[in-house]
């Protein structure tokens, strides 16, 4: 899982919570993603951010938030309005270039109850 | 749009004989092309990459994969399997124009002893 940190591993909210997912990288990569994961769907990408104070609408970013005020850091917030939060969510960071591949987390499972 | 297909949900094969698992992409334009590893409740850990030059790619823990222009595909293979490589495996796709990576569903490899 390299350089790449996320917390808590299992998470339980209750419904109409919000919550923040935490993603810490020590690589020195620029760019970061938030990916969600589905049983049979693959991955699906929520933000990604290609530099510190900006990031970008994924195509399911719906409910979802996030932050880029550190370089090393990327934290994802699930909204009381993600109708169906129930996933395995994974980050992800690469270092400028589009030639690179992801380093991925471990990820983080988020249940409602 | 960009898209990947693995047409596999499983594959299962005995240990010690060939595997192939099948990915097709679809892009605009010129595509680099993504291998990953997935064990149950871990991050993506990374195989291998095609971005230019030799159709041949080697990657970890002895895979390989083979980009066909032609044929839009980018098979995972591996001469001889190991029951220690049964996970879920997804082919990504990045065209050269953007920052995102389109994964496939995934393909589960069960190797039996």
């Known amino acids: 899982d390299g350089g790449i940190t996320q917390s808590p591993k299992y998470l339980f909210r209750k419904e109409g919570q919000n919550v923040t997912l935490s993603c810490e990288q020590n690589?020195?990569?620029?760019?970061m993603y938030w990916y969600r994961q589905d049983p049979g769907q693959g991955l699906r990408l929520i933000y990604y951010?290609?530099?510190?104070?900006?990031?970008q609408k994924g195509d399911i970013a719906e409910g979802y938030s996030v932050s880029r005020e550190k370089k090393e850091s990327f934290p994802l917030t699930v909204t009381s309005a993600q109708k169906n939060p129930t996933a395995f969510y994974l980050c992800a960071s690469t270092p400028e270039s589009r030639y690179n591949e992801q380093f991925f987390g471990p990820g983080t499972r988020l249940t409602v109850l | 749009a960009q898209s990947v297909a693995q047409p596999e949900d499983q594959v299962n094969v005995a240990e010690g004989n060939p595997l192939t698992v099948k990915c097709t992409y679809s892009?605009?334009?010129?595509?680099?092309l993504f291998w990953y590893v997935q064990y149950p409740n871990r991050g993506l850990q990374f195989l291998l990459k095609y971005i230019t030059g030799d159709n041949l790619v080697k990657g970890s823990y002895g895979f390989e994969a083979e980009f066909n222009k032609s044929q839009t595909s980018f098979h995972l293979k591996k001469p001889s399997a190991l029951v220690s490589a049964s996970a879920l495996y997804f082919c990504a796709v990045r065209e050269d124009s953007s920052y995102k990576l389109i994964f496939g569903s995934g393909t589960r490899l069960l190797v039996r002893p």
């Open positions: 892009v605009s334009g010129n595509p680099y």
């Open positions: 951010s290609q530099i510190v104070n900006d990031f």
């Open positions: 690589l020195n990569h620029d760019a």
